[in-house]
Structure formats: structure tokens, C-alpha cells
């Protein structure tokens, strides 16, 4: 894409183009940081997490800002109004990604406290690195202006439906088992939502991205697997 | 909250194509070509003009866009050196036709132009002038009525109706420029054409002659040439970008404005161009 008449107006996109990048660097870091510090229990990490959020909220109120001083005083057409209404979404979708994750840091102490069943840490790990690589490949495909990947990316969010599933009927099982594990397990079921909830928020970064660069809405209907609405303990 | 299935939007897509083929061509130009001397400045235009919207024609200075505007009704005639191809009708009618009268004709297809241009004669005789030439009224009391049905029209008849016999250059620039579209009315056209009709008007004025050409439209079929994209994206329904002396692209405004197919589109709407 060439360069604007105007080279302010080029600083202005690439400033709002830049602070997406860093959202979707930083809610990478944060959600891979509770996920280890959940399974580590890992207090000061999770403090960290904890943290990084200020940093994103900020960063949020300045892409607000940003965008919409843009809009007033360049009237955007085409991809730029595009780019620009499509950040202003993704930024609010990124954002509760870092609440999400601050809110699984927040749940390290008392997991850690508990004795949790070691082997259940594997499946909310398998889980976390399926939504890991969904939050970092969501942004890089977006600075890659990769329609395809994005709508390949966004058909992936079942595939953390279904472990979402499987983690909900284990930790069932393990409350089931023994009543000591419930204070642990419904702490992990909420991190498990939580992800699934990180993974819902990817598919509309995904959605949005894929406006911006193509023009066009991705069509309405996407498979949805996730079946923890109907299960019951068997 | 209401749910679109994809079969429902299927159906919303296909009446929205049906209602768009249903539309009536008012105007087409047929592989227009226009040479002033040796100089080509339009290359085989095609394009239509739908009844009762409004068509923006858009594009960088010497483009072709106002020259296309001045071929359809004629107005290039008045040039010695331009020569015009093609086939242009309004109604199915080839306007070139040695049997048209360019005087009726012009009639028909009225214009408003960059500056206003007010006669040096009152308020009333500006609206007056055309209807008289061309016979519209049998008496003065008929006059009367299309000269208040025509400032009525254009928005001007409440600043205007106490000072009928004040010059037309009195007024204020934006009133001046409602007070020619009132005059290309009085003549009851069918197409109106616009050139850069708000160019040398305040914002305000500028808002009051948007608001009307979006009235106009109802009993109008209006082909307006701007620079401002923003008022081609507020106005219009059909933009059509030209470049270099072709058509480049030309479809819906609120895809062009959004989405336009040509990069050469893309990088004039949104301020990429040379």
C-alpha cells in the first residue's frame, strides 16, 4: 500500500497499527504467564500478570484516543476507516483478554494451596497452549495481512471447545471422587473458562482482522462444540 | 436480538439485486469519447444514470469527470474544438440526434454550476426567466406559482419571498446557489447536473444545498461532480471514479467509500494519489 499525500496521516495509522501489535504482544505474554504461573504456582509471576494489566488498560484508553482523534481530523476511507474501526474492536477484544488472564493469575494462591490432583494440570495445559498459540497467531496473521490464515484460525476455536469439554468433565470427576478437591477444581474450572472465554475473544479479533484486510464479514455461521451447557456428571 | 440465517440473507441479497435491476436507466453513455482539438479527454465511457438517485462523479482534476457532465446535455457544443463520440440518450433518446433541439433538450437536463451565476435581474426574474422562454405559464398569476413552487423547492422561499424584487446578486453566496438550482427547476427538468455546485461555499451553506439535493432526488435525477469525497459518500448513491480520462470504476457509494474494487479507487478515496 503506497504512502498518504499527507505523511502525518501515515504516522497517525501507523501509531494506532503499532499500539494493536504491542496489545497483542502484551495479552500473549499475559496469558501465557498465568497459565505457568498456574501450573508452577508461581505467586510472583502471577503478581506480574497482575500488573501487566495497567499497562494494557493504558494502552487501550490511548488507542481510543488515538483512533478517534484519527477519524476526526482525516476522515478515513476504504481500508484506513477499515484499519481504524476494525482497531477500536480488536483493542476492546484485547483488553478483556488481559482481564481473563489477570483473573486466572489471580487464582494461583489459592490452587496452590490445595492439594490438586498433579495430573489434572496436564489438560488445562494442553488447553492453555491450544488458546496460547490462538492469541499469538491472531495478531501475527493480522500485522501479515493473512485473510486466509485468519479464517482458518477462527474455524480453530473449536478445537478448544472440545478440550474445554474434556477439562470440565475431568475436574467433575475429581470433585466427585473426593470433596477435598472441590475448592481447587472450581478454581481450575473458572481458569478453564476463562481460556475458553480468551478463545471466543480470538475468534472476534479473527473476525474483525479478516474485515479489515478483505472488505468483507466472514459468513455468520461457525461451528460450536462446546458441550458443557448440557453435561451432567454420568 | 434477530439472528440472520444464511438462507435469509441469501434472500436479502437477492431482493436487493432484483430492486437494483428493477431501477430505470434515466441517462447512458455509450463508449463516449470526447476530443477538445487534438487532445482526447474521455476514452470510451460507459455509464448509467439511474433515475431518481443521485450519481457522484469523483476523480483527481482533469480526469474527464466534468467533461462527461457537460456531454449530457450538451453543454460541450458550446466549445468550437471538442468533439463528442459515442452514443449518450436520456430516455432511450440519442441526444446527439440532428433532430433534437438542444434548447429543449437543455431544458430537460438542467445545471448548476461551480460559482453561482445569478442574472443581474430581481430574485423573481432569475426563477422567472426560464419558463417564460420556454412558454411554461400563460399569465403572470402562473408564474407566480412556479416561481414560489420553484424557491420552494430549493429551500430559499422563507428568506427569500419578502425581497422577490431585490437582485439576485444581493443574496448570500449559499443563497445565491440555491436561488440557481431554483432556476434550473423552474424549467421542470427531469436530470439535474451539478458542478462542484458547493466549492465555493461556507460549511453551512454547503449543508443546506446537501440537504437539498437529497430532497431533490424524489422528483430529480441528479449527476453531481465534487471534490470532496466526503460529500460524494453523503450525497450520492452511484459513485463513479474516473481517472486519466476513463471510467474506472463505478458501483453502489457505500461500497466505493468502503471497499472500491480498483486500487486506483482505493488510493484517491483515501489520500494515496500522486
Known amino acids: 500500500m503506497g504512502e498518504h499525500t499527507v505523511r502525518s496521516f501515515d504516522e497517525e495509522l501507523q501509531h494506532v497499527d503499532q499500539l494493536i501489535r504491542d496489545m497483542g504482544d502484551l495479552s500473549g505474554a499475559m496469558v501465557a504467564g498465568a497459565i505457568r504461573a498456574l501450573l508452577t504456582s508461581d505467586q510472583a509471576l502471577a503478581q506480574n500478570v497482575v500488573a501487566d494489566d495497567t499497562i494494557m488498560d493504558a494502552k487501550q484508553r490511548d488507542l481510543d484516543n488515538s483512533a478517534i482523534t484519527l477519524i476526526a481530523k482525516r476522515q478515513p476511507m476504504a481500508q484506513d476507516l477499515r484499519a481504524v474501526v476494525g482497531a477500536i474492536r480488536m483493542a476492546g477484544d484485547l483488553e478483556r483478554i488481559g482481564d481473563l488472564a489477570k483473573n486466572i493469575a489471580k487464582r494461583v494462591g489459592a490452587v496452590g494451596q490445595s492439594p490438586t490432583p498433579r495430573n489434572l494440570s496436564h489438560s488445562i495445559d494442553a488447553m492453555a497452549q491450544l488458546v496460547l498459540g490462538q492469541v499469538r497467531g491472531v495478531v501475527d496473521l493480522y500485522v501479515a495481512r493473512q485473510a486466509e490464515g485468519l479464517k482458518d484460525l477462527r474455524a480453530d476455536d473449536q478445537k478448544i471447545d472440545i478440550q474445554y469439554t474434556a477439562v470440565f468433565r475431568e475436574l467433575l470427576t475429581y470433585m466427585m471422587e473426593d470433596p477435598r478437591n472441590i475448592t481447587a477444581c472450581t478454581h481450575l474450572l473458572f481458569c478453564a473458562k476463562n481460556l475458553e472465554r480468551i478463545g471466543d475473544h480470538v475468534t472476534n479479533i479473527a473476525e474483525n482482522a479478516y474485515f479489515v484486510v478483505t472488505g468483507t464479514q466472514l459468513p455468520l455461521n461457525r461451528p460450536k462444540v462446546d458441550e458443557t451447557t448440557t453435561t451432567v456428571p454420568a | ?274
Open chain 2, 1 to 274: 436480538m434477530n439472528i440472520m440465517t444464511e438462507k435469509s440473507l441469501d434472500d436479502a441479497v437477492n431482493a436487493e439485486m432484483n430492486a437494483r435491476t428493477n431501477e430505470i436507466i434515466k441517462m447512458r453513455g455509450d463508449k463516449v469519447t470526447v476530443h477538445y482539438g487534438e487532445k482526447q479527454a474521455l476514452f470510451g465511457v460507459d455509464l448509467d444514470v439511474r433515475q431518481n438517485q443521485v450519481t457522484a462523479l469523483i476523480g483527481p482534476s482533469g480526469c474527464g469527470k466534468s467533461t462527461f457532465l457537460r456531454c449530457l446535455n450538451r453543454m460541450n457544443d458550446t466549445i468550437d474544438a471538442a468533439r463528442v463520440g459515442g452514443k449518450i440518450t436520456l430516455d432511450s433518446e440519442d441526444i446527439y440526434d440532428p433532430k433534437i433541439d438542444v434548447v429543449e433538450l437543455r431544458a430537460r437536463v438542467g445545471m448548476v454550476f461551480q460559482k453561482p451565476n445569478p442574472f443581474p435581474k430581481s430574485i423573481y426574474e432569475n426563477v422567472a426567466y426560464g419558463p417564460r422562454i420556454h412558454g411554461l405559464a400563460k399569465n403572470k398569476a402562473e408564474l407566480d406559482v412556479i416561481v414560489e413552487k420553484s424557491l420552494q423547492k430549493a429551500a430559499l422561499w422563507n428568506e427569500a419571498k419578502d425581497r422577490l424584487n431585490e437582485p439576485g446578486t444581493g443574496l448570500s453566496g449559499g443563497q445565491q446557489q440555491r436561488l440557481c438550482i431554483a432556476r434550473a427547476i423552474a424549467v421542470s427538468p427531469e436530470v439535474i447536473l451539478m458542478d462542484e455546485p458547493c466549492s465555493a461555499l461556507d460549511p453551512i451553506a454547503t449543508a443546506k444545498v446537501e440537504e437539498l439535493i437529497d430532497e431533490l432526488r424524489e422528483n430529480y435525477t441528479i449527476v453531481i461532480v465534487t471534490h470532496s469525497m466526503q460529500q460524494a459518500a453523503r450525497v450520492s448513491q452511484r459513485t463513479a471514479m474516473f481517472h486519466l480520462g476513463y471510467l474506472v470504476e463505478e458501483g453502489p457509494t457505500d461500497k466505493m467509500f468502503t471497499n472500491p474494487d480498483d486500487k486506483r479507487t482505493q488510493d484517491y478515496i483515501t489520500g494515496r494519489f500522486g
